[in-house]
């Protein structure tokens, strides 16, 4: 068994003396680990650092063995940001929740497609804590529970949409809203207008919004938590009010 793939960095950690695991979300086949001999070098260490782009060669005797793999540097994503807390925090978050969360060699395209386009806009040093959190969305429809945000879950109407029901994931709009509002989720307005700009309470509410359904959808019912560096990009959105 062989192939290569364009994929992105989401973890690596020692193995054995001297093997590397790297796991990658590839373009074609999804989250995939490898086994990288000789990988706590210094220079290949490098190479496979969280976020960098590769192009990456898999190989094993069987499908089911857990395989060698070799990449080649597409881009380094990684570096061009280590002393901007906010991107890298950003960068760790969005590896660790999709390692966390997407399962292993089935091929999700739409959320490599989104972490790609969210690594692009980290490098441009614009604005990408929207982004991040419209790509959480995408990652719970990709996995099955996307959220159904068009209209009021007890109206019907479109308009004015302003929470999201825990228990149902569909919107609610603020007259019908009123009685409980305490029990629901606020709803930022940008998740509404793809156009939509972001205050920087809103990135708060986003995260607060995506991350309970992935906990309580995806993780929790595995037994699994949130990963611990999502917890410290949400921290450092509640500082850094200006990356939005």
């Not at 782009?53 to 069987?62: D, F, N, V, Y």
């Not at 490599?112 to 719970?140: C, N, T, V």
């Not at 999502?230 to 921290?235: E, H, I, K, L, S």
């Amino acid at each position: 068994m062989r192939w290569t793939d364009e994929g992105v960095v989401l973890a690596a950690r020692r193995h054995g003396e001297r093997g590397l695991l790297v796991h990658a979300l590839t373009s074609a086949h999804g989250h995939h680990a490898g086994l990288v001999r000789g990988g706590q070098g210094p220079r290949i260490r490098m190479l496979y650092q969280t976020g960098n782009r590769l192009t990456l060669t898999w190989s094993a005797r069987l499908s089911e063995h857990l395989g060698t793999m070799q990449g080649e540097l597409l881009r380094g994503h990684a570096a061009r940001f280590m002393d901007d807390r906010a991107r890298l925090a950003c960068l760790s978050a969005a590896a660790a929740m999709a390692s966390a969360t997407l399962p292993e060699r089935e091929p999700h395209p739409r959320a490599y497609a989104g972490l790609s386009g969210l690594l692009d806009a980290l490098d441009a040093d614009g604005p990408f804590a929207a982004l991040y959190i419209r790509w959480e969305l995408d990652l719970l429809a990709e996995l099955g529970y996307g959220l159904d945000l068009s209209r009021c879950a007890a109206t019907g109407t479109p308009e004015n949409l302003g929470y999201v029901s825990p228990k149902s994931g569909h919107a609610v709009s603020r007259e019908a809203a009123a009685p409980y509002r305490e029990r629901l989720l606020p709803l930022p307005a940008f998740l509404l207008d793809s156009e939509g700009k972001a205050a920087a309470a809103d990135i708060v509410d986003g995260l607060k919004l995506t991350g309970f359904f992935l906990d309580r959808r995806v993780l929790q019912p595995h037994g699994r938590k949130l990963p611990a560096s999502r917890a410290r990009f949400v921290d450092v959105m509640r500082r850094k009010t200006a990356y939005i």
